[in-house]
């Protein structure tokens, strides 16, 4: 992939990874689109980068999401980098809480870490097919990869995200879009504050990101990561036990 020139399209773009992802595309002479929920936080990424196009949708709302596929095909026809970056965790126990409660977290957590992002790409694949060149960028988890024990919902969407990239990237071999999947640590972010300890800053997780994308390395473990592949092959008691209480 060359590292300019595109025009690139990050959800939960306003903040943290997505952020970080926004200001490096931007360096490298790329048009960005982020997409958020929080106008407020998209604002102040507009005044900070008043290149920045910025569109307030929630896209695990059916109707927004088609709404921001339209706008897309009409006043960006040469999108060509798409980034699933938008993200939530919830930390809960299947006994402590009540089945309502647990079946409304399960629902909304799943419709905006797997079924957002896949409807996305799917929507927006018969655009990312006339470019010359193009991407899809999966943000998944090293938790997708090996669990813990109190969000065991965020981990099983993000390792289903992780096969759908994997899946999606044998369909597109032969095509001009290349499927790249970010596998971070725990990251310094809203999400992750107060838990997890030596966490790699968003700006850091970027910048190794970009050494992988232009080398077309398409599978992107970002630091610990690297070391979680190996030992879940080798011995997987150990991050099993490690990761278990996050």
Not at 52 to 62: G, R
Not at 135 to 142: L, P
């Amino acid at each position: 992939m060359k590292n300019f020139g595109h025009t690139v399209l990050i959800t939960g773009g306003a903040a943290g990874i997505g952020l970080a992802l926004a200001e490096k595309f931007l360096e490298y002479d790329n048009e960005v689109i982020i997409v958020g929920r929080d106008t407020q936080k998209l604002d102040l990424v507009k005044a900070k980068h008043p290149r920045v196009i910025a569109y307030a949708c929630d896209l695990a709302d059916a109707a927004q999401q088609d709404a921001l596929v339209e706008r897309l095909y009409i006043e960006h026809p040469s999108l060509s980098v798409l980034v699933n970056n938008a993200g939530i965790q919830y930390n809960y126990s299947f006994l402590e809480k009540e089945p309502e409660a647990i079946a409304a977290l399960v629902v909304h957590e799943i419709a905006v870490n797997l079924t957002s992002p896949v409807k996305l790409t799917a929507k927006l694949m018969p655009l990312l097919a006339r470019q010359p060149e193009a991407a899809v960028v999966n943000v998944s988890s090293g938790l997708g990869l090996v669990p813990k024990e109190s969000a065991p919902v965020y981990c099983a969407t993000k390792a289903a995200l992780h096969l759908f990239s994997k899946a999606l990237r044998w369909q597109l071999e032969e095509s001009r879009i290349k499927v790249f999947e970010i596998i971070p640590p725990v990251v310094d972010t809203d999400m992750t504050r107060g838990r997890g300890k030596n966490k790699i800053k968003p700006e850091a997780l970027a910048a190794e990101f970009f050494t992988y994308y232009t080398k077309d390395k398409q599978e992107v473990p970002i630091g610990k990561v690297k070391l979680l592949g190996i030992l879940q092959r080798l011995l997987p008691s150990i991050p099993e036990r490690i990761l278990r209480k996050g």
